[in-house]
């Protein structure tokens, strides 16, 4: 079985106001629906299952890009946009956060009785993947958090979290169901995050003695080191910094989107009407489509897309992320009819800005690029959970920025 990785977050409290959560929804939906058309069902459950590309995801969305809230509110705004379509789509989201969680075998069966897949063995596999988390790998963090998701064709992820009040950080965990071989035995392909030093793993190779000794009530408890394979150990600092993004991969879409006039490309976006800022938002919304999975390692630079609930970077551009929704639904429903010139515009999109990376210097750090974002907030239609952005004094309101 396939153990994706997981991700150590600074624990944030608050809430999604309705405006961000419906929007996310919109999008994730989208997102969701190009995927499958591109990449089939398999692809969106590997996606989901890697911890980099599903941070990519929640900040791209519009969540502050590296709480623990990401993984609560991205897997709450798909499964509330996916069900409704899952019989089309051919993907079900089970449990969720708190007593939602506790509900995931329940919702499990009743996917298994219209689809015919095994009921008995996928709700075992979501109980023994918790299990694993939350006992057999003795870490710190006690899951209150736990979603399966399952395709029509029996293939599924599990994203689960766990916290610990006694660093403030929370913990994500991904299963995937590719390679399945033993829940107890070798499961992780990958256990990442901060060192936890000596803990108690029975589902390390090495702790076979210990699992043989325990069924047969022995005195020994050996403990063993966990040892780190890749890790997405998020800062404690809320603020984006220049050392949290990769500038030549950032600076290439700042560039393609700001410098370069719409117009020199307009035949190949076929999307007419589009201008530069919510062109940088769709820029890295295919990016993160259609990117391969080594161009996920700096999760904040996605927030450059549509800001953070909490101001971070910038706040959310309520303007831009619309545009950009119906952008995204207008290519879905065109693919539907066969009509696929949008989707290919996207497609084409991330490759012009792969091609424009080649060549690009960074120079300077963010602050700049954040600092024009917050000061134009306000003509975007920026808001956060504080309230929406004013202009700067010596700006009109009446002064607003066309978008296209």
């Known amino acids: 079985m396939k153990r994706s990785g997981s991700a150590d977050l600074p624990l944030h409290y608050g809430y999604v106001p309705r405006w961000l959560s419906e929007r996310m929804a919109r999008l994730g939906l989208a997102i969701t629906e190009v995927l499958i058309s591109e990449y089939g069902k398999a692809e969106v459950l590997r996606r989901l299952s890697d911890p980099f590309w599903f941070q990519s995801l929640g900040a791209v969305m519009g969540m502050d890009w590296h709480s623990s809230g990401i993984t609560t509110s991205v897997m709450g705004a798909l499964k509330r946009a996916i069900n409704p379509h ?155 910094r220049t050392e949290d993004v990769d500038l030549k991969r950032l600076g290439a879409v700042l560039w393609l989107a700001h410098e370069r006039q719409p117009a020199d490309f307009e035949e190949l976006l076929l999307l007419e009407g589009v201008g530069p800022r919510t062109l940088q938002s769709l820029a890295l919304v295919s990016e993160v489509i259609h990117g391969a999975p080594s161009r996920f390692r700096d999760p904040a630079r996605f927030a450059f897309a549509h800001g953070g609930k909490d101001g971070h970077p910038f706040p959310v551009p309520i303007q831009v992320y619309d545009e950009t929704i119906d952008i995204m639904q207008t290519a879905v429903q065109k693919a539907k009819m066969g009509q696929s ?8 999109l991330h490759a012009l800005a792969g091609r424009a990376e080649k060549d690009f210097i960074p120079s300077g750090d963010v602050g700049a690029w954040i600092e024009k974002e917050n000061r134009d907030s306000w003509k975007y239609g920026g808001r956060t959970v504080f309230g929406k952005a004013v202009p700067p004094a010596g700006e009109s309101k009446g002064r607003q920025l066309r978008l296209f």
């Not at 010139?341 to 084409?348: N, T």
Request: aromatic share 6%; proline share 4%.
């Open 341 to 348: 010139d949008k989707q290919d515009a996207l497609r084409k």
């Open 86 to 240: 899952s019989r089309e789509l051919g993907i079900y989201i089970c449990g969720g956060k708190g007593k939602f969680s506790r509900q995931a075998p329940d919702e499990i069966r009743s996917v298994c009785e219209r689809t015919g897949l095994d009921g008995g063995q996928l709700v075992r596999c979501s109980k023994l993947s918790a299990k694993v988390d939350n006992t057999a790998v003795q870490d710190g963090f006690q899951l209150y958090m736990h979603n399966f998701v399952i395709s029509d064709e029996g293939q599924w992820t599990v994203i689960q979290q766990g916290m610990s009040p006694g660093n403030s950080t929370a913990r994500r965990y991904h299963w995937h169901s590719a390679g399945l071989r033993s829940f107890v035995d070798e499961p992780h392909t990958a256990i990442c995050g901060i060192n936890q030093g000596v803990i108690l793993n029975l589902a390390d190779h090495a702790a076979c003695p210990a699992r043989d000794g325990v069924l047969s009530i022995t005195r020994e408890k050996p403990e063993y080191m966990m040892h780190d394979i890749q890790q997405l150990v998020l800062p404690s600092h809320h603020d984006v």
